[in-house]
């Protein structure tokens, strides 16, 4: 709560000094959070050593930094409803930065801290309800009459009609032999993928959704419930083996990116670690990515052949 009142003392000031051509300049005001030591305190440590204390000052964060990683490091912001709820905590002090650098830099930070791309913060702090909030903090929140950019977040489109289609065709298991569990990000569909798994060959439409349905009573047959009433395109026989392979091979194609990904943020952030044979994994992952993608040209046209 202090950190807050800091924040908002500091909405209005500015600080002046002289320009390259001799003239007064204003600049943004830029306060800082000193982080210490656990334990310690700053009286402690400027007795002890004046040099640490000069290292602590010259490591203070800015507050509107500190202020976000403490909103999104609440274990709510994994959740799309928790993201948005980060955001409108948030807000008030992001629309207090003004326009310039800092507010960039705040809501980049925020984004990242959030995992969702850029655009969807700034299309979530400029809706009129968190707008409002962000200009009066003490205003209570008004219920929002425009869906939050962070619904569309809740649900991954590509997973389920990838889902759709196995749970609507049985015959399309022959051709799902590569499709692993851990392509499906979201848990719900992942949990669904791995029943239908169990169920295994030799069953019929309403006896595999029987085993994969179970008692009915769980976020997992919640989310088979949301995809059976979702309407999907009439296509024939060769019309759903190429939209399977299709969306199959992009699910794929995004888990080898993101495992890529990673290896690429581990070689960067500490490449003298790394072992030899960890740089080949990078070129490993390239090359699946490079193959699957020639493969999923070669299914299409045998089947559209």
Known sequence: RSLDVVLENFRTKTTNRPGPDGTTQTVETDPRIIVMPPGQDPDEV????????????????????FRINAITS????????????????????????GGGIQQANAVELLAGNLSVPIETVKAALSRPS????????????????????????????????????????PELRELADGLRAEFFQRHENRELFKRWLDAGPGLDKDETLAVVRRDGDDEVSGQLASLLEKPLLPLDVNGRATSFLEVASRLEERNLKNLKSEEVKRFADSPPDLEDGEHDEILRLNQQIRKNEGLRRGQVQEISG
């Open 46 to 65: 400027i007795h002890r050593s004046p040099s640490d204390w000069s290292k602590l000052v010259e490591s203070a964060i800015p507050a509107i930094t």
């Open 74 to 97: 609440q274990d709510e912001s994994e959740s799309p409803e928790g993201k948005a709820r980060c955001v409108a905590e948030a807000a008030p002090f992001i629309h207090l930065l």
């Open 130 to 169: 968190v707008a409002r909030r962000a200009r009066r903090p003490d205003q209570p929140r008004p219920a929002g009459t425009t869906a939050s950019p962070f619904a569309k977040l809740d649900h991954d489109p590509i997973e389920e009609h990838c889902l759709q289609l196995l749970l609507g065709y």
